[in-house]
């Protein structure tokens, strides 16, 4: 049957709840959440006067569990306005109305017994058919539908989503003993496609697949720690982002997450798996027991693993724990003979293996952890899931892992791998051998340019379901797609008659080599192609412009070579602009300085959800100059309509540069004008690349037409550049900013008033960017700008002089 999701009905609205129904909201849905009534009245409520009858009592919890997490930072939400979407109330007076709701999900406290009683309650209100679904991380489904009619069972599974469900990628879905495949079917599609999830279907074992898994991971590597007597900042050293890991690695992943959260999973799973022949790991390592015990269980309780020290002064510290002690030390930093020898390895996989290989303590740890968490997931399959991707997928979508236990097997090299483990003592499942006794050597491999896996029924290798759509660079890669590269930037034919631009500098940075990559690549498609998609499976899309350059010829007061610079890079923004085929940028997570010009410069943005996005260049002393500025006064221009206040709205853009305005989402680059309303948003970022394709082709079957630069851009003059002096003269006045800051500022409103004309005038876009490039360029020669750019290039912080 078609099922379609108007309205989500969510039963519980603690921490969990709240973020769900906010990210139900952030796609458009009409949320109805709803917790329990108040036992007893606060000393608020009885000062004025109210009863337990009044609905603002009556809704208290629900109220105050939503607002606190709207405060919340991260934000769980695209834009406050979507709370408007967000209806509350209470079980005792709302629950009937779920009968007029498509999906209840119940999200209240992990007890059998509670959320047992409350499906009772819901049996009596949802109308049959409607999707009933728990986000519980651990019951069996099989125990919470006991009792419960044919119809019920039947439309009942479990979605559970990571905590913090905007961002953390993945949902695991439990089907129960009697759920209609139709609704697996259903959820796997809807979490991917609508809530832009990594989905993963799940048996209904204990913590299903991803806190199996990751808490083994988490435990197993603290005994490891406590043999090794490895400290704090040593092991969150070894295990972030230089693996590929998340950047808050272990111990300060624990304190943001919670100990006791960790330490219940752990001791739940001892006790649900009489059976697991690693049992034992689960128990708790001295290291974490004395914390537990102590209740210091990381933020939530102001102290864990880490503790900032606040002085009298107003001074803050950070401590961390020293487990011989365990008592507060100063945060060390250590240092590894592994780590220094793999700094010039920019590719991850090969430094994965150097690690892993290095003969030193690092070295050590890694093997040590790495062998033991092989073997352990190799025993899991057919116990946790029959097929070895989805235990990829899980652990990296839920732990924040760029590759999962079998992928960095693979990048090990599985035949030598198993070898040092049996040497280890850590010999893995009967299965491994078998794959590698038929000639099979890596669980993956790419055929026809499609990623398979090794299946272990039938000794072959089929291609992974659920990414038929998917456009994944590294896959083209194997599959000979590449058409050109440089160091810095690499051409791929996506198929359809479209090719794709990646760049792969260090953070994506945009110097020459992603300039020559650029003008390249819209050579090539405006020759032989459909159009051009610009996007890239980085962290982050673009920090920018490469500042090392232009630090070097600064320095040396080479301005003749800053000012060629410059208008390359501003000629080939306008070359984005007027090519002859579409061309589609698809920025994510961070798009900065140059990344948001690329995309302002683009016939189409298609931006992940994830998006980051400004025009920070006076963070470094300069204003835009790759058509920045002059592509926010062009928008300013093209958005007036008769009768509007011409001055606020430059103002509006005004500030965002010169505040340095970065959109925490891809709304809130629409409201800051970085992205057009036509301008889609990808929900799943694993499906952006394909959209931004299909988006490609759809303008070129629509008949794409070859842009023509603006001559009619209205600027104000002498008007806006009075207005805007004398904000930037109270600013100074009243010491907000800084004489330098002030000075950035009036560039900036130079350049965006067209100059000191004595009346609105309208000008071209090439009038505008040589104003762009002079004001920039008189601001190298400036050495509180020289001193901005060597703090954020040697320092990695802002400096404000």
Known sequence: MKRAIKNVAILGSGVMGSRIACHFANIGVQVLLLDIVPFELTEEEQKKGLTKEHPAVRNRIVTTALQSTLKANPSPIYDKEFASRITTGNFDDDLPKIKDYDWVMEVVVERLDIKQSLFEKVEKYRKPGTLITSNTSGIPMHMMCEGRSEDFQENFAGTHFFNPPRYLRLLEIIPGPKTNPEIIDFLMDYGDKFLGKETVLCKDTPAFIAN???????????????????????????????????????????????????VNVANNLYKALPQDESREKFKLPKIVEVLYNNKWFGDKTGQGYFKMIRHKDGRKELKEIDFNTFEYKDVEKPSFKA????????????????????????????????????????????????????????????????YGPFENWDILGVKETVE?????????????YEMLESGNESFYKVIDGKKHYYDIPSKSYLEIPGIEDFIIL??????????WGNAGSSIFDMGDDVIGLEFHTKMNSMGSEVIEGINTAIGMAEKSYKGLVIGNEGANFSAGANLAMLFMFAGDQDFDEINLMIAQFQNTMLRARFSSVPVVVAPHNMALGGGCELSLHSDHVQAHAELYMGLVEVGVGLIPAGGGTKEMTLRFSNSLINGDVELNQLQEYFMNIAMAKVSTSAQEAKNLGYLRKSDGITLNRKRQLADAKAKVI?????????????????????????????????????????????????????????????????????YLLDLEREAFLSLTGEKKTLERIHSILFKGKPLRN
């Open 212 to 262: 199996r898994i990751g808490v083994y991971a988490i435990i197993s590597a603290m005994h490891a720690i406590e043999k090794m007597g490895m400290g704090v900042s040593e092991v969150d050293k070894l295990t972030g982002t230089i693996i590929g890991r998340a950047k808050s690695a272990t111990f300060r992943t624990m304190d943001v997450v919670g100990l006791d959260t960790t």
């Open 339 to 402: 780590l220094e020898a793999s700094k010039g390895i920019e590719n991850l996989k090969e430094r994965i293996k150097f690690l892993v290989n290095f003969d030193d303590r690092a070295g050590e740890f890694y093997r040590t952890t790495f062998y033991d968490l092989f073997r352990y997931c190799s025993n899991r399959i057919p116990e946790i899931s029959d097929e070895l991707y989805r235990i990829d997928q899980a652990v990296s979508a839920g732990f924040g892992w760029e």
């Open 420 to 432: 040092k483990m049996e040497a280890a003592g850590e010999k893995p499942a009967a299965w491994v």
């Open 474 to 483: 590294d896959t083209l890669k194997s599959a000979g797609k590449k058409v």
């Open 698 to 766: 759809s303008l070129f079957d629509e008949g794409y037409t070859q842009p023509i630069e603006q001559t009619n851009i209205k600027v104000l003059g002498k008007t806006s550049l009075a207005l805007f002096d004398a904000g930037i003269t109270g600013m100074q006045y009243g010491a907000y900013i800084s004489d330098h800051d002030a000075k950035i500022a009036r560039k900036l409103a130079w350049v965006m008033s067209g100059g000191d004309l004595s009346s609105p005038t309208e000008v071209s876009e090439r």
